[in-house]
């Protein structure tokens, strides 16, 4: 089995997604002592945002030159990397912490590389296709805040619910949300939400194996 890990929390050591994924692909090891490993530490190297230059290579105009500059050459060849490993992987352990109510703007400018059309979906007569199925995704979730089935969880998660819909759209059916939240509520109430998550890694790689 060939899972990527993707980071893309700030807090580093301090940081309970960081933890989780590491977790997550622990208890996989356990299972599978074969696992393919590919590791991605998106704020280590962070993909940049979007500009003209990406987006004439990413999204063609007709007409339009490819820029030879040396800066665009080398983030061209890191989008090919990353949409490759994401093609290559059969489950995606994606470290998620809520940042303003959404994602890091790391894993955005990953989700910007990835969604390619032609490569992960497609537009058709009958609107748009996957083009990424038959992967698994585990969403590491970890938030300051309580949002999962309260009244707010609808206006504010713009984090797990996007990640979702992204995967969904790539055709991913098989996503499963490993979450922490809560861990700014104290020091009592992140150690009780971490070891909650922890406590649920070993099912969640049973199911993930099995299926
Ligand atoms: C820049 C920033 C923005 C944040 N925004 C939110 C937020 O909108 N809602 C929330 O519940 N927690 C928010 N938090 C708290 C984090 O979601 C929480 O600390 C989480 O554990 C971060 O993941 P990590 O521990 O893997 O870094 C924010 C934290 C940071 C650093």
Do not use: C
Request: no cysteine.
């Amino acid at each position: 089995m060939k899972v990527l890990q993707i980071d893309s929390s700030s807090t580093g050591a301090a940081s309970v997604s960081r933890e989780l994924t590491a977790a997550v692909v622990n208890a996989l090891r356990q299972v599978d002592p074969a696992l393919e490993v590919r590791y991605r530490d998106l704020v280590a190297q962070p993909p940049a945002h979007l500009d003209g230059a990406l987006l004439q290579s990413l999204r063609p105009q007709p007409g339009a030159e490819l820029s030879g500059d040396a800066e665009f050459v080398k983030q061209a060849a890191y989008t090919d990397e990353l949409l490759n490993e994401f093609l290559a992987a059969d489950v995606i352990v994606v470290g998620a912490p809520m940042y303003n109510f959404s994602v890091p703007s790391q894993l955005k400018a990953w989700i910007d590389r990835v969604a390619q059309a032609g490569k992960t979906f497609r537009y058709t007569a009958n609107g748009p296709e996957g083009l990424a199925g038959g992967k698994k995704v585990v969403i590491v979730s970890s938030r300051g805040g309580k949002y999962a089935g309260t009244s707010i969880e609808t206006l504010l998660d713009h984090q797990e619910s996007y990640l979702r819909a992204l995967f969904g759209f790539f055709g991913i059916t098989d996503i499963s949300v490993l979450r922490a939240e809560g861990v700014a509520l104290g020091a009592e109430a992140r150690a009780e939400a971490v070891a909650e998550a922890l406590a649920q890694t070993g099912l969640l790689v049973e199911e993930l194996a099995a299926a």
